[in-house]
């Protein structure tokens, strides 16, 4: 069984920048870096994010006030 001693913050390769759109306090809108930052940030599920993200959930606001959009990162 592997024990983690330590967190690591790096972004992996794979992930997707979001940019989250809050459409109540437009100050609060923002592009982060992956889902698990956005996650973080509000203290959500990454598995319903996901679903908002895909289009799988009816409403089209995540906590009716949030428009995802992910954004592809393209190589630099």
């Known amino acids: 069984e592997e024990v983690r001693t330590s967190y690591s913050s790096e972004i992996q390769p794979t992930s997707r920048s979001i940019l989250a759109e809050n459409i109540l306090h437009p100050s609060l809108t923002k592009e982060y870096p992956s889902l698990n930052s956005f996650a973080l940030a509000v203290k959500g599920d990454k598995e319903t ?12 606001l995540y906590r009716k006030q949030w428009r995802l959009t992910e954004l592809s990162n393209a190589p630099g």
Do not use: T
């Open 49 to 60: 994010i996901r679903h908002y993200l895909s289009g799988q959930r009816e409403g089209k």
